[in-house]
């Protein structure tokens, strides 16, 4: 298995960001309000990142943002192919990378199901 994050991977833009919170499928996860749209296209699940300043310093949320995608790019393989996932973080402490990957399996489960 790839386990290779590539920047396609990424949700970059404002209309990807839109096209994901229009489609109102979110779950709470601790501190993290997670976004999810399934699409048709067959391509590797994409992540987008929301931190507000309030969450911290350009130190702390960087930290939070790198341990978000380390937990997702472990546990790509999980989700299915197509879907967006937007994660936007509340004002927390840092957690371990482990800990952020419990909460994105939990929010899989409930949004999409067991399987891919």
Wanted: net charge positive; proline share 4%.
């Amino acid at each position: 298995m790839n386990f290779r994050f590539t920047p396609d991977q990424r949700i970059r833009n404002r209309l990807g960001f839109d096209a994901v919170y229009a489609t109102r499928c979110s779950r709470r996860a601790g501190p993290l309000l997670i976004f999810v749209r399934r699409g048709t296209a067959d391509f590797s699940p994409r992540l987008g990142l929301s931190l507000p300043k309030r969450v911290g310093n350009a130190v702390v949320r960087n930290r939070i943002r790198r341990r978000l995608r380390e937990a997702f790019r472990l546990q790509q393989h999980d989700w299915p192919s197509g879907v967006d996932v937007v994660i936007n973080v509340r004002q927390h402490e840092s957690l371990k990378t482990s800990k952020y990957g419990t909460l994105l399996e939990e929010a899989r489960h409930s949004l999409i199901g067991t399987g891919n």
